[in-house]
């Protein structure tokens, strides 16, 4: 409710120094008198100043001195050699597999490495021992394997299909071949 009356009270306060602004019957009245009439019209010269000097150009400086390099700013010193760690063993299980711990740089492999295809010629040997193919072990965690209803749904849909597809196949009786 509070909120509501400040609003309100906001809202006449706008609304009363918006109708004061307004241009009345008088003010018209004043303006043409003071057009026609043989006296000279004054006006403000602070103002006349104010808009002789910014008319025309814009207000703020284009120039931006605080975005070039400031040249009295010290630098830092060239870039020291760094000092190659001899280790008897610099291969560590955490050192990554491009990397070389040596000269402390990556190494650029441009060809397929044993970690591509680690088990190349596995499907061979596996081809000639018998496996339950197409059986998965995440099936039983679905809710379609042990969806019974869904699945005699579907195989009744199948049937129908089945059926519905032999009454509209289209069968051209062949010409006898004349001999």
């Given amino acids: 409710m509070k909120f509501l009356v400040c609003l309100f009270g906001l809202l006449v306060g706008l609304i009363s120094l918006l109708y004061a602004q307004d241009w009345t019957p008088e003010d018209s009245l ?24 910014n008319f025309g150009r814009p207000k703020a400086s284009e120039e931006k001195s605080w975005l070039e390099f400031d040249e009295t700013l010290p630098h830092t010193p060239s870039e020291k050699e ?15 597999y491009n990397w070389d711990p040596i000269r402390q740089c990556k190494i ?15 499907e061979q040997i596996a081809a000639e ?13 679905t809710k379609e394997f042990w969806d019974r209803k869904g699945k ?13 597809g032999d009454s ?12």
Wanted: glycine letters at 6%.
């Fill in 30 to 53: 004043r303006l043409q008198r003071l057009l026609e009439g043989d006296g000279e019209i004054k006006l403000n010269p602070h103002a006349l100043e104010e808009l002789e000097r």
């Fill in 168 to 179: 509209i196949t289209v069968h051209y009786k062949e010409k006898p071949s004349v001999e």
């Fill in 129 to 141: 021992t018998p496996s339950p193919s197409g059986l998965s072990f995440m099936a039983i965690f």
């Fill in 108 to 122: 650029d492999i441009d060809k397929p490495t044993w970690r591509q295809n680690i088990l190349r010629g596995m």
């Fill in 152 to 164: 005699k749904r579907r195989a009744a849909t199948l049937e129908a299909l089945k059926a519905y």
């Fill in 82 to 96: 760094k000092k190659s760690r001899l280790v008897l063993r610099p291969y560590t299980g955490y050192t990554p």
